[in-house]
């Protein structure tokens, strides 16, 4: 029997696979048989089968398993697919993608989860899905800003979200003098490029400053450097799906460790989303086009919560342990909105 496949009409209940409950924390229902509510049509509909594809490394990954874990509960086809290995044919007649050889059926949902060491090539594999008429969950150009400390922030800044001071040069020189314009030493100083596995450094004194800089710039790596708040409050990272913050950790630093650093050297624990800062996470994720992300955030004891980070493929499995919210089966039901959407034209 085919799979059914579902149009306009009435349905008895509105969809609520994303929910925020009185405190904040976020839980899904009815994620088996999700409704989409279209609010100015007041039109329902009923998700169909689609067929997903992840790109990913390897199966093996924790989120990638997570993310065939969900899709395959909700009864979708799901295939995990390296970047690496997906050819794409051009010419004046169009193109086509292939992997491993084989010509590819352009699968309904992509769900990009490219590492930051293949991204020159990655991101044109998930921009030519997105050519072929596939939903992509997050875009290439997307993913592509947020890779870039420098480039996120100036948007984030532009429109009026809080950041924390930061300045960027070529020059090591300039660099130092620039110091007193993010408060002084000690100083965060990042990479321009990377992913959530590159490493912060904190440089507590003008001698290591300078010596951090001289190495990084000399290698010619591009860098930023950014106020280190020492009374930030709690360090958050708050996860976003389809605009709508569903939970919240707080990041502990383990003794002698930067708290905003990799989860791997930082305790999660589970906190209450605060209409403040559930706005500013919703706010940056929306400014970044992203449709899934984690992002990172200064909540201090008093003032507005300052955004020092967007992630487009935050880790799942530690956050989901930490907070009790499938995120995984969150991110699924996002995309079979979507791709409904798209087929009935909403």
């Known amino acids: 029997m085919s799979p059914p496949v579902w149009g306009p009409g009435r349905c008895s209940r509105e969809f609520s696979g994303l929910a925020i409950g009185p405190a904040g924390a976020a839980n899904l229902r009815d994620t088996r048989s999700p409704r989409i509510r279209e609010a100015p049509s007041r039109r329902c509909y009923t998700m169909r089968l689609v067929n997903v594809v992840v790109l990913s490394r390897s199966r093996s990954i924790p989120s990638t398993k997570r993310l065939v874990e969900a899709a395959r509960a909700r009864g979708h086809t799901v295939r995990v697919m390296s970047p690496a290995h997906v050819a794409v044919h051009l010419d004046r007649k169009g193109s086509r993608l292939r992997y491993r050889q084989k010509v590819i059926k352009v699968p309904d949902v992509v769900i990009p989860r490219i590492a930051a060491s293949i991204a020159s090539y990655g991101l044109p594999v998930v921009e030519q899905f997105a ?26 800044s532009a429109h009026g979200i809080d ?3 930061t300045v960027m ?5 300039e660099m130092k003098a620039m110091v007193p314009l993010v408060g002084g030493v000690p100083v965060l100083v990042k ?3 990377g ?5 912060v450094m904190l440089c507590e004194t003008e001698q290591s400053l300078e010596a951090a800089l001289e190495a990084v710039l000399g290698l010619g790596h591009n860098l930023v450097m950014q106020e280190y708040v020492r009374k930030a409050g709690r360090d958050l990272r708050v996860f976003v799906v389809g605009g709508q913050a569903l939970a919240a950790v707080s990041r502990v630093a383990r003794p002698g460790r930067l708290s905003r650093t990799l989860s791997r050297i ?3 624990e589970s906190c209450t989303l605060t209409p403040e800062v559930k706005a500013t996470a919703e706010a940056a994720a929306k400014l970044c086009e992203l ?5 990172d955030l200064l909540a201090p004891r008093s003032g ?6 967007v992630n487009a493929s935050p880790a799942l499995p530690d956050m989901e342990e930490a907070t009790g919210v499938d995120l995984a089966t969150a991110i699924i039901a996002r995309a079979e909105a979507l791709a409904s959407r798209k087929e009935f034209g909403g």
Do not use: K, W, Y
């Open 304 to 309: 507005a919560p300052r955004v020092f980070e």
């Open 191 to 193: 990479l321009l490029t």
């Open 169 to 173: 040069a070529r020059d090591a020189a």
């Open 163 to 165: 950041i924390p001071s």
């Open 266 to 268: 930082a305790r999660l």
């Open 291 to 295: 449709e899934v992300c984690a992002v």
């Open 131 to 156: 050519t072929h008429g596939a939903v992509v969950m997050n875009s290439a150009r997307a993913i592509g800003q947020s890779r870039n400390p420098a480039r996120c922030l100036q948007r984030l």
């Open 195 to 199: 992913s959530e596995r590159r490493g």
